[in-house]
């Protein structure tokens, strides 16, 4: 899906941040953000924005890393093409590798280096394959878990401001001794105070939890598409006479 062309996957990204900071800033003109930050009196909907700017930040370089390695992939996938590829001679397989221009860091080159594929001619099988698999996964999905964290996280800040606001709504009636008309009006302007941070802060961790964990799915499907490509790469290597 993402192997097509190259920084694909980072464009996908970058379109689905800009409906985002779109629809930020239609919420903005319209005064919705303004209520929220002023209506919450944790102050926890300030941490949900920040938890959610940071995991933004970081599934940016994610998603840029992910590119990165789907751009050489597709340059290994190229090789494939080449008439010394099918001879199966070592020597001319490593020169095609090392005049493709593939970056050392590229972890499809260091699945197959690993898998020796490189070095032993087309009738040889992978050495050890569910070992380098999971490598191969750990490398492409490294520091996924952060994120999916930071959008734990979100929801559980979402949470704490419901409470925080319940115990805000307990509070203004606990210390009202008098029942009068101006007491009446006091405890239920506190009472919708505290009824505003638990809504406002609910659905502020909600909606950005849902956004951070979009743009993540987008990664993991671009990760996910790169290991697919790697292990086929990596079977097309070691047949070369079936992949060409």
Request: charged share 15%; hydrophobic share 45%; proline share 2%.
């Amino acid at each position: 899906m993402f192997a097509r062309y190259k920084w694909q996957l980072a464009f996908y990204w970058l379109m689905l941040s800009g409906l985002i900071v779109f629809g930020i800033f239609v919420c903005w003109d319209n005064g919705l953000v303004t209520i929220v930050l002023e209506t919450d009196q944790s102050k926890i909907s300030f941490v949900i924005a920040s938890v959610f700017i940071a995991g933004t930040f970081h599934c940016c370089a994610r998603a840029i890393y992910v590119s990165t390695q789907i751009n050489q992939l597709r340059v290994l996938e190229k090789i494939k093409q080449h008439p010394d590829f099918a001879s199966g001679n070592p020597s001319r397989r490593r020169l095609l590798i090392n005049n493709s221009g593939v970056s050392n860091r590229s972890i499809s080159l260091s699945y197959l280096a690993q898998s020796n594929i490189l070095d032993i001619n087309s009738k040889t099988s992978l050495s050890n394959p569910s070992a380098l698999l999971d490598i191969l996964i750990s490398k492409a999905k490294n520091s996924h878990d952060t994120g999916w964290f930071m959008v734990d996280i979100l929801i559980k800040l979402g949470l704490l401001g419901t409470i925080i606001g319940f115990i805000f709504m307990l509070a203004s009636v606990s210390v009202t001794d008098s029942m009068d008309v101006a007491s009446l009006k006091s405890i239920i302007k506190s009472m919708s105070n505290g009824m505003g941070t638990a809504l406002y802060t609910t659905l502020t961790g909600l909606v950005a939890s849902m956004i951070l964990a979009i743009q993540y799915l987008l990664v993991e499907r671009g990760s996910d598409c790169l290991i697919e490509r790697s292990i086929q790469l990596a079977i097309d290597f070691s047949n070369p006479e079936d992949s060409v």
